[in-house]
């Protein structure tokens, strides 16, 4: 990968009501959409291997708490070093992220109909992807939702914590579709940021940019279908 330098301001575009060549915009989403897809596709592949091969399903149940751990550590690792590691680091991590991500989603389906997936993935794709358009033509900013967006964040990942210890059906619902409603906030916020260069401005590239929003956009994506399978599906 090159690097193509941008000037790193001491505020974003956004933030300074600076908007981009509508090519150079378009250009942000499509690098970033093209990774974030190819991430879900590697995560799509290491789910059906898992699903397909009983020893993949062991070691995933096995140590189902060591890979969110080390899952968690690439995302903040990326997340935190991206101004530090080139372009093509982090987008390596990000695919070794992907595919661990794989292994667990592929454990987590297995607990459900194919009914239910087929149903969820679906609903997530519509919600994701008209969140995507309305955060990509809407002339409203969305800067001020990201305060919003991250206490709420906070707020469902404490209420699923203490749901591991108290097991209420009904506060696990709820926790689902305030998930829901976050997280397909988060991809018309996240989108936007891309396509207003606000990546590429605080990573001073845009390849880097490019990984880091597919990043985000790719856990908007997960998350969001995540959730809806805990509100639609059916356990086996």
């Given at each position: 990968m090159s690097q193509n330098q941008f000037p790193t301001p001491f505020a974003t575009p956004s933030a300074l009501g600076v908007r981009p060549d509508a090519r150079l915009a378009s250009a942000f989403l499509t690098q970033a959409f093209v990774w974030m897809f190819a991430g879900l596709l590697v995560t799509a592949g290491v789910a059906w291997a898992v699903q397909s091969n009983e020893r993949l399903l062991e070691f995933a149940a096995n140590n189902f708490f060591i890979l969110f751990i080390a899952q968690l550590g690439l995302v903040l690792g990326i997340s935190a070093g991206i101004n530090r590691i080139n372009a093509t680091l982090a987008l390596a991590l990000f695919f070794v992220y992907a595919a661990t991500l794989g292994i667990t989603i592929g454990l987590i389906v297995m607990a459900y109909t194919q009914t239910s997936v087929v149903t969820a993935f679906?609903?997530?794709?519509?919600?994701?992807?008209?969140?995507?358009?309305?955060?990509?033509?809407?002339?409203?900013?969305?800067?001020?939702l990201g305060g919003i967006l991250f206490m709420g964040l906070i707020g469902i990942l404490v209420a699923s914590l203490l749901n591991i210890f108290l097991g209420n059906s009904m506060l696990s619902w709820v926790i689902a579709v305030v998930g829901v409603v976050i997280f397909t906030a988060l991809t018309a916020y996240d989108v936007q940021r891309i396509q207003?260069?606000?990546?590429?401005?605080?990573?001073?590239?845009?390849?880097?940019?490019?990984?880091?929003?597919a990043?985000?956009?790719?856990?908007?994506?997960?998350?969001?279908?995540?959730?809806?399978?805990?509100?639609v599906g059916n356990r086996n």
């Open positions: 679906l609903s997530a794709s519509a919600m994701f992807g008209a969140a995507a358009l309305y955060g990509a033509t809407t002339k409203r900013s969305l800067a001020g207003a260069g606000d990546l590429a401005a605080r990573t001073g590239s845009m390849e880097k940019a490019a990984v880091i929003g990043l985000h956009l790719y856990l908007d994506f997960i998350n969001l279908f995540l959730f809806m399978l805990r509100l």
